[in-house]
């Protein structure tokens, strides 16, 4: 039940196209086609679907809120990498992110499986 709940609600999010970088050419791909090894390019206002590490770009500012609960915007670099499933990009330029965790293997996806739990129904 857990899993038909989770793929339900990836259905409903999968409904935005995002840019990765292949084999070294920038393709536009649906969410649920991004794999662990792509490169994901954001920008300002995605919705992060994966969990990933910083790889390159300026200005890279998070909103991690969803995540923390705490209304501080994260700087995303070399010394601070990690981007969350959940979280909102406030600000990047030319960036990347390596993906390294999608759907149930994800944070936000390990949360909404266990959100979902048996609760009795």
Do not use: H
Not at 24 to 43: A, C, K, Q, R, W
Not at 78 to 83: G, I, L, Q, S
């Amino acid at each position: 039940r857990k899993e038909q709940k989770f793929r339900k609600l990836t259905q409903e999010n999968s409904l935005q196209d995002i840019q990765v970088l292949r084999n070294g050419e920038l393709e536009i791909v649906d969410i649920t086609d991004v794999v662990v090894g792509d490169l994901v390019s954001i920008n300002p206002g995605l919705q992060m679907p994966v969990d990933g590490f910083y790889v390159r770009g300026l200005s890279v500012v998070i909103d991690e809120s969803a995540v923390t609960g705490e209304n501080d915007p994260k700087k995303k670099n070399a010394e601070n990498p990690f981007v969350l499933t959940s979280t909102v990009v406030n600000t990047a330029e030319n960036c990347l992110i390596l993906v390294g965790a999608v759907g149930e293997n994800s944070f936000g996806g390990k949360l909404i499986m266990e959100a979902g739990g048996d609760g009795g129904i």
